[in-house]
């Protein structure tokens, strides 16, 4: 069974960038044609995607950036000039449904990974 | 970009009673790209239906989706104690992924 597992400092200062990789376990990040995405939620409110492959919200889109390491089976997240408007827990997730299709069809999650922009 | 709605915020109902949860979208969507997220406290997100009425592997029967066009409804068809949660709609178009704000289901 698939298995995604965030990891990367819990607190950031601001302006600095943030940077989680997803550890991608029980199958091959390279099988099939997936999205491999990151999203948060800030603390008591609801989801926001912030990208997926070469795919960003449009909101975020000039500080983001994902890139995938098919030789370590991760995909990374960095999210430059960060604010403490950025506090949240950042999930990493599979989209898709393995033929390239369906993006948002978000299977696979991480347990999640709450960063902190304190200085 | 568009919007997606949902409603009521929240919702509070006793366990057997049926739940009706709405998800409106600003435009017209194409409705093989709208999906219902379950979230329970301090867990990821999980995937209950697809494609508007496709329910996603192991989801129990009761969770049945159903719309199209702007307007779309999760229905659980008997509440468990187990499904009062937190869910979320979401649609993709144009490879941009968008939430609603989400539906609180809880015990009355």
Redesign the interface.
């Known amino acids: 069974q698939l298995q995604l597992q965030e990891s990367g400092p819990g607190l950031v200062k601001p302006s600095e960038t943030l940077s989680l990789t997803c550890t991608v376990s029980g199958g091959s990040i390279s099988s099939g044609s997936y999205y491999w995405g990151w999203l948060r939620q800030p603390p008591g409110k609801g989801l926001e995607w912030i990208g997926s492959n070469n795919y960003y919200n449009p909101s975020l889109k000039s500080r983001v950036t994902i890139s995938v390491d098919t030789s370590k089976n991760q995909f990374s997240l960095k999210l430059s000039s960060v604010t403490a408007a950025d506090t949240a827990v950042y999930y990493c997730a599979r989209g898709g449904d393995g033929s390239g299709h369906f993006m948002g069809r978000l299977v696979n999650w991480g347990q999640g990974t709450l960063v902190t922009v304190s200085s | 970009?568009i919007v997606m709605t949902q409603s009521p915020a929240t919702l509070s109902l006793s366990p057997g009673e049926r739940a009706t949860l709405s998800c409106r979208a600003s435009q017209s969507v194409n409705s093989?790209?709208l999906?219902w997220?379950q979230?329970k406290p301090g867990?990821?997100?999980?995937?209950l239906i697809?494609g508007a009425s496709n329910g996603?592997?192991g989801i129990p029967a009761r969770f049945s989706g159903s719309g199209s066009g702007t307007d779309f409804t999760l229905t659980i068809g008997s509440l468990q104690p187990e499904d009062f949660a937190v869910y979320?709609c979401?649609?993709?178009y144009n490879?941009?992924?968008?939430?609603?704000?989400?539906t609180k289901v809880e015990i009355k």
Do not use: C, I, K
């Open positions: 970009e093989d790209y999906s997220y979230q867990q990821a997100p999980r995937l697809y996603a592997t979320y979401q649609h993709d490879f941009v992924l968008t939430f609603g704000g989400g």
